[in-house]
Structures are given as C-alpha cells and as structure tokens.
C-alpha cells in the first residue's frame, strides 16, 4: 500500500523513502524507541501527502537472535487535528469576549476554578494566578457565609435539573481586603471539556 503512493522500498531508510530526507527525522520515535526498548508515540506529518498528520507507534521486539527490530503503526489524525484546531479557535474567542468584557467571569468544575477573567480578579482583589491555585473548594471564600448556603443549594439544583432554580440574584462576596460587597450574580450550567459545569 505504501509503495502505491511513494514507490519502491528496497534499499532506502524510512527517512529518505518517507520524508524525502537524508538524515534521520527530528523526534524520530525509532531512534527513542532504540535508546529506551520501549514503545514509543510520537506524532508526525507526511510531507509527500500535504503534509498529512500521523501518530506513530514504535514497537521495539527481538528475533531468536536477539536481534533489535522495530515495528511502525501509522494513524492518521487528520480529524483529531482538526477538532484540536476548532476547540482552540473556540478558547481563543471565548477568551477575547471575557477578558474584554465589564462583567466578571468564573467557572467551576469539580470544586475547583477552571477559568476566571480579568474583571472577576479586579472586583474580587486577587490574581488570576491566585485564584487558579485555589484547593478544591477554595473558590468559596469569595462569597459572605450568611449567603454560601443558599447560592450552593441552587448550584445543587441546576446539577440535578431542577425547575426551582433562581440564576439570578444579589450576594455579598468578600473581598481579598476583607471588604464586603453586593454583585449581581448569574449563573448557569455549560459544557465544558465534555462535562456540565457551573459558569457564574
């Protein structure tokens, strides 16, 4: 099958015959999989088919002499490439509307803060480095204990598809200074990275 597209194999290195190269390719899982004798995933593209992206899996194995051989599998990957492309156009605009926007942004997902935009920092008083480095959980100090109670209780609800559930309402937060003030808080649950999440 690979002669159909790149010719006679005989006598030529995988480089030469595949990349049109006369030295072995940067990254060259071969050459890894040599040093570790382990396999090895690497990724590629095929410069003599527009440069057609591949996963490689190198397998290193032995004959009866004890001989060191190694087996390719090639993968094409061209639609994971593209919808890695698309999911980071996506960030990319989403990323555009939030850090330019007057309102505050935070996500949350499994306790913990997955995104949080510049105007959420500034009204709140911490970094965004801060805030990303916050434990599970963490995220709720931002609010004033008298409200916490009821603003999970609708977060519980919107998890579990309740009808009863308020996404818009007044809370005090605490800021970094210990200051106390009232926002205007919306919520809702997205998709994120395939899971429902909590974006207010």
């Not at 009866?64 to 605009?93: C, H, M, P, Y």
């Not at 709140?124 to 959980?137: F, Q």
């Not at 963490?138 to 916490?148: A, E, K, Q, S």
């Not at 999970?152 to 919107?158: C, D, I, N, V």
Request: net charge negative.
């Amino acid at each position: 099958e690979w002669e159909k597209v790149y010719g006679e194999t005989t006598g030529k290195k995988c480089y030469e015959y595949f990349m049109g190269r006369d030295e072995a390719c940067p990254g060259c899982g071969i050459v890894k999989a040599m040093e570790t004798k382990r396999v090895t995933v690497t990724e590629g593209v095929l410069v003599k088919e527009n440069n057609r992206p591949i996963q490689v899996t190198t397998i290193p194995c032995q004959d009866e002499q004890g001989q060191w051989l190694f087996a390719e599998v090639n993968v094409d990957i061209t639609e994971r490439k593209r919808a890695e492309e698309a999911l980071r156009d996506s960030e990319e605009r989403f990323r555009l509307l939030t850090e330019q926007s007057l309102l505050g942004v935070i996500i949350v997902q499994d306790n913990l803060v997955k995104y949080v935009n510049q105007a959420a920092c500034e009204f709140a008083g911490y970094s965004n480095e801060e805030v990303l480095k916050w434990e599970p959980g963490g995220f709720t100090r931002l609010f004033h204990p008298d409200d916490l109670e009821f603003m999970m209780e609708q977060a519980r609800k919107k998890q579990m598809g309740a009808k009863d559930v308020i996404e818009n309402y007044q809370q005090r937060i605490i800021t970094k200074s210990g200051e106390i003030t009232w926002i205007d808080l919306y919520s809702k649950t997205i998709d994120y990275g395939g899971k429902n999440i909590l974006k207010e």
